[in-house]
């Protein structure tokens, strides 16, 4: 008898340790399945990873445009940061938190609360030596990293450059694993002349400068000779958002609200220039955008960059316009 109740209790005692091994072999392996499908989607997602830089409180483009790249399927939108731009006769003394603010509405509005929206520098840098830096900077830095063998980080910056050249003088590490477009400076194409006197370059000239001096840095450069002749009229605007609510409305308002500055032309602000949808189109559809490269301007570090020369403006509009449609 006694014989019988050992075999059972070693019976008993086989099963349980068999009962614990087989839920856990189990568990092991779905682990190690969903973190190979995690790598392995990581990997097949062919969307370009972007972080979008604006000084959104600026003007009235940079909301447009930000939408924009947030509808774009081909997009990965990793953040969103803020940037200041004090130069401006309508900024407070705390501008890159009104850039912050609009950024956060515009990602409520579309119901895409979960892209991280780090703060940007509230102050340019103060030498070429010395980053400003923020969360956004730091944010970039990150994010740069955690990018895959042969993949690039594309940062598109529609303000100042304050925070992508933080971030290269925090960590140079990072300058390989960078694909910077930036929307800046006045250019002419046939004398290879550069005009830096343009509103994002005036609010961090010395930015402007570590971007063109890095060598190695992929840059891509939107000039404001280029993307002056995206532009909208307030009649299309209307026939496209009126009566859409949600970020339409938050779109139309600004339009109308927003009071330029720098021009008593068109009071009645039946057109806007739409420098920075014109960055954010040329990315979606390389197509639509001729590029060209050049030496940067004799003062820099002599390197070959990047910069769209023509754009196709009419196919641009059509496009951004279905687009949003989809939001």
């Known amino acids: 008898m006694q014989q019988q109740n ?13 009962a614990i091994h087989i839920p856990l072999l189990q568990f092991v392996i779905l682990v190690f399945l969903f973190a190979h499908v995690t ?12 972080i979008i ?56 509005l579309i119901g895409r609360k979960a892209i991280p929206l780090p703060l940007g520098s509230n102050v340019p840098l ?32 529609l303000g100042p450059c304050t925070n992508i050249a933080s971030a290269i003088l925090e960590d140079p590490a990072i300058i390989p694993k960078l694909k910077v477009h930036y929307l800046g400076f006045w250019h002419n194409v046939e004398t290879n002349m550069y005009d830096k006197k343009e509103f994002n370059s005036g ?10 001096n890095t060598e190695g840095l992929d840059l891509t450069i939107m000039t ?13 605007v209307d026939a496209n958002l009126k009566n859409r609510a949600g970020v339409s409305d938050y779109l139309i308002n600004r339009w ?27 990315l979606a559809h390389p197509e639509l955008s001729k590029t060209e490269t050049f030496l940067t301007p004799p003062e820099n570090t002599q390197r070959l960059i990047n910069i769209h020369t023509e754009i196709e403006v009419e196919n641009m509009k059509t496009d951004f316009w279905q687009s949003l449609k989809k939001i």
């Open 39 to 50: 790598v392995e989607a990581q990997v097949k997602d062919t969307r370009l990873p972007i």
């Open 53 to 108: 830089d604006a000084d959104t409180a600026n003007e009235v483009d940079d909301l447009y445009a930000i939408v924009r790249a947030i509808a774009e399927p081909k997009f990965n939108i990793l953040g969103v940061t803020s940037a200041q731009f004090h130069t401006s006769p309508l900024a407070t003394d705390s501008s890159v938190y009104e850039s912050q603010r609009i950024n956060e509405r515009i990602l409520q």
């Open 126 to 157: 103060k030498n070429n030596t010395e980053p400003a830096s923020s969360h956004a900077s730091n944010f970039i830095v990150e994010m740069a990293h955690k990018m895959p063998v042969g993949r690039k980080l594309n940062v598109v910056v």
């Open 6 to 18: 050992n075999k059972l209790r070693t019976f008993k005692t086989l099963n349980y340790h068999k």
């Open 256 to 282: 109308e609200t927003y009071e330029r500055w720098w021009t008593k032309e068109d009071p009645e602000k039946k057109s806007w220039i739409m420098w920075d949808v014109a960055i954010i189109e040329a």
């Open 224 to 236: 404001a000779t280029t993307s002056q002749h995206l532009v909208f009229t307030k009649a299309e």
């Open 203 to 212: 609010n961090d000239p010395k930015a402007v400068e570590i971007l063109l």
